[in-house]
């Protein structure tokens, strides 16, 4: 599914073509998303300027005048920008039109997501509970340690869990952990400060740096503009199994941690 590489990657596409601009109307093809689209917001979106484009987590946040438009990709959406007489196809299912334009939501399983709050979206009931930005300064080795300290589990379920840290997607959790020496499944709680450190900057690099290559092609996620991500490219562990390691030359391995598939170097990784 597209991670938070992927959706700064469409957020950072589209700011530029939908800020400032005012919304002309919107087409609704198939309202039932993970969660049914109101049939008011077709009365309501109209004339409504876009302020500004952000994300918090995996949440797209539209700014419009009289409140927040909340979108989520799911498993496998995409956004883009097109004409608006652009032909949809099948699993075309929402579009936000504008003078020529339309911003088109394409979701082939249905799981993303079109909401409308006019409140502050941080305390909409999906978003008040998550953790802070990965790439932010309120993440760092001390929030990590104090979070472990209380808990049994493997860190790898530890740096997913969006109420301790967003974003941070099976593929950059097992890039990280092996970046910085640390075996996916080792108990959180027994890992030093000082090693959380090399955790949270490696987290920090390796989302940087996929975000910098536009996200990784995992099945079918593209870019706003329809080009692939590249950072698939960079992968130095994930879906590697039985691969050379690239520091020792060992066989990469595959465990299930969590439910979730992790990848690592057992020579490398403690």
């Known amino acids: 599914m597209p991670e938070l590489p992927e959706v700064e990657t469409t957020r950072r ?114 978003i008040h509970h998550l953790g802070p930005e990965p790439l932010g300064n309120d993440f760092d080795a001390d929030h990590l340690y104090q979070k472990s300290r209380r808990r049994q589990g493997a860190v790898k379920n530890l740096i997913m869990d969006g109420k301790v840290v967003v974003g941070v997607g099976n593929i950059y959790a097992s890039e990280a952990l092996f970046r910085a020496g640390i075996h996916p499944a080792r108990a959180c709680n027994r890992i030093s400060q000082a090693r959380y450190q090399r955790l949270t900057e490696e987290i920090k690099a390796v989302l940087s740096e996929a975000i910098e290559q536009g996200g990784t092609t995992l099945r079918d996620f593209q870019q706003e503009d329809g080009r692939p991500g590249y950072f698939a490219q960079q992968l130095q562990v994930y879906g590697q199994e039985g691969e050379p390691c690239p520091s020792c030359g060992k066989g990469i391995q595959k465990k299930i941690i969590g439910q979730r598939s992790g990848y690592y170097c057992s020579h490398c990784q403690r």
């Open 13 to 126: 596409g589209i700011a530029p073509h939908l800020e400032g601009r005012t919304i002309k109307g919107l087409v609704v093809r198939q309202p039932r998303l993970r969660w049914p689209i109101v049939p008011a917001l077709k009365r309501s979106l109209p004339g409504q300027k876009i302020h500004a484009v952000e994300r918090r987590a995996k949440y797209l946040l539209l700014r419009l005048d009289k409140g927040t438009l909340i979108l989520h990709l799911g498993m496998s959406g995409s956004l883009r920008i097109l004409p608006a007489d652009t032909p949809p196809n099948p699993h075309d299912h929402v579009d936000l039109l504008f003078d020529g334009q339309c911003l088109r939501l394409r979701d082939p399983r249905r799981f993303g997501a079109v909401l409308w709050t006019r409140s502050d979206p941080a305390k909409h009931k999906l």
